[in-house]
């Protein structure tokens, strides 16, 4: 049984376009996340939810819109594609709190390349 | 703001050999955690070091933190190939939100 899916796991698309990619976690955490991998495989936290909530945006620009409609799912949609979008998008959960269980678990990645 | 710094950035080692990552941070924190990713996969949870002194091992691998050195240090005993991968500390901060170190990328050499 896979934790934490990611669907796609390729995206390839031009300038301008919209996409979306989605996660789903099995675990029963109540933390999801969104992260950015750049080429030079730097992580940086884009957005964090708990229990469906926003908590936090991290300067991302307004043209990413997560969605948790429940604690299980969280998406990520891209409005006007740029070049600079061009990255390795991992989604994460965990159990914000609960020292013992507030290790990440990684979904396997949605590799996105802008044309 | 929180910096997390990893060195060495990239290593590469002959099997057999021991080498040690350190991963340092800016803030206090009373926990740290280890993260390894094969090229073009995700990320595996390798370690959780929750308070100061802690020390892990997992077979080749020994992690260990020094809180009030704001240091976490990951040691390599008698490196094989299959240990090539790139390794990411990651320090939490605030709530709900984590700030990974630059990562290290090693290599095994035969």
């Known amino acids: 049984d896979t934790a934490v899916s990611q669907t796609p796991k390729y995206l390839v698309t031009q300038m301008g376009n919209d996409k979306s990619i989605k996660c789903e976690q099995n675990l029963g955490h109540d933390t999801m996340y969104w992260y950015k991998q750049d080429s030079k495989k730097f992580l940086k936290i884009m957005f964090s939810?708990?229990?469906?909530?926003?908590?936090i945006n991290e300067t991302v620009p307004n043209r990413f819109s997560p969605k948790s409609p429940d604690k299980a799912h969280l998406n990520l949609h891209i409005n006007s594609l740029e070049l600079g979008d061009s990255a390795v998008y991992f989604c994460a959960s965990s159990q914000w709190g609960d020292r013992g269980r507030e290790t990440q678990y990684f979904g396997p990645g949605t590799r996105l390349l802008v044309l | 703001e929180l910096k997390v710094e990893q060195n060495p950035l990239f290593l590469s080692m002959q099997e057999g050999k021991n080498y040690t990552i350190y991963c340092n941070y800016s803030t206090t924190s009373d926990r740290l955690y280890w993260y390894r990713q094969d090229p073009g996969k995700s990320l595996e949870s390798l370690f959780v070091?929750?308070?100061?002194?802690a020390v892990k091992q997992e077979g080749r691998l020994m992690a260990s933190l020094d809180t009030k050195a704001r240091l976490s240090t990951l040691h390599i005993t008698a490196a094989v190939h299959d240990l090539s991968a790139t390794y990411f500390c990651?320090?939490?901060?605030?709530?709900?939100?984590?700030?990974f170190g630059t990562g290290t990328r090693l290599k095994v050499l035969a």
């Open positions: 070091l929750l308070s100061n002194g």
């Open positions: 939810y708990n229990n469906k909530e926003l908590i």
């Open positions: 990651a320090v939490p901060l605030g709530t709900y939100k984590y700030i």
